[in-house]
């Protein structure tokens, strides 16, 4: 049977790839561990193949991953190009291919893998730079999350995380932070506004109806007593006290009160008209004086 050009370089690369593949599964272990360059050899083939990238693995959709890139580059994008698209890539790579053993193993092969093919945050420039299209808001969009992506990357690597599952609910967490992300969230911000500033996490939000969506998850049910009920499915938490004091309340009426002077805007308009018209009048006055001057000096002159 023939096969076209195009078909049989598809052909070549899938088969290039699942060789590249086994050969990471039949590579022989050490204390554990994967074999660095078998995977590195693998990861570089299936680049090479242009396989999808998929959004970061720890989200369950791929909000992340599109505020990042764009959209139409997470569709579109041919990762062997799209420096944003890669490197999400080798992330969703580091975890693949670390998953074969949910062991401790992971965690030093999966952080080994990004050191390996991630670029550091120095370099977030160059990955954002063909992010969204170019376009220069949207890329400065795509920087700010790479560095949180990287902040993520260290809170995520400390000795506290030592399993897979743990590493991705970490991730997924922290990444809710971003200041870029498109839902606030009261993750770490109980007491003031949203990482991204777009609701607010503070008592009084109950009753200027502005709060964050996961208010109560993240700022109540925290304060609850030891073997107090949660609210039912029909029903709140009680609204939580004013964040003020009965004295400011009983003051709030005397501060309000208006402390500028009323202007009177007719009598200030009258005032500069008047002044300008006695403006006018000395220099009419005085341009007349001086051709009277003048005149009688040439009177006096003849006379002589």
């Known amino acids: 049977m023939i096969r076209s050009s195009q078909s049989s370089s598809r052909w070549l690369c899938g088969l290039l790839t699942l060789g590249a593949a086994l050969q990471v599964l039949t590579a022989p272990q050490h204390s554990g561990r994967l074999s660095l360059r078998s995977k590195k050899v693998a990861s570089q083939l299936a680049v090479g193949a242009q396989l999808g ?33 890669r490197f999400i890539y080798f992330f969703n790579h580091a975890n693949d291919h670390c998953s074969i053993d949910l062991t401790s193993a992971y965690r030093e092969c999966f952080w080994t893998e990004l050191a390996v093919h991630v670029p550091d945050r120095t370099k977030c420039g ?17 920087n700010t999350q790479c560095v949180h992506v990287h902040e993520c990357t260290d809170e995520c690597k400390t000795d506290k ?110 005032q500069r008209i008047a002044k300008k018209q006695q403006q006018v009048y000395h220099t009419i006055e005085e341009k007349r004086r001086a051709q009277a001057w003048e005149k009688s000096q040439k009177a006096h002159g003849k006379a002589s």
């Open 161 to 270: 995380y030592k399993f897979r599952d743990p590493i991705i609910e970490c991730f997924q967490t922290c990444m809710q932070r971003s200041p870029v992300n498109p839902v606030g969230t009261c993750i770490g911000s109980c007491g003031g506004h949203s990482p991204n500033m777009k609701c607010h996490c503070d008592p009084t939000c109950s009753y200027t109806d502005d709060c964050c969506a996961d208010y109560e998850n993240y700022c109540l049910v925290d304060g609850m007593r030891w073997n107090e009920s949660l609210p039912l499915p029909t029903k709140t938490f009680n609204l939580p006290g004013f964040n003020i004091t009965g004295k400011d309340v009983k003051n709030m009426g005397a501060a309000a009160v208006p402390v500028a002077d009323e202007v009177n805007v007719t009598a200030e308009i009258d």
């Open 126 to 142: 160059e990955v954002c730079a063909d992010a969204h299209g170019h376009l220069p808001h949207e890329v400065e969009v795509c």
């Open 53 to 85: 990238t998929g959004c970061f693995f720890w989200e369950p959709d791929c909000v992340m991953s599109e505020v990042m890139c764009g959209k139409e580059n997470m569709i579109h994008a041919d990762i062997k190009e799209n420096t944003c698209k």
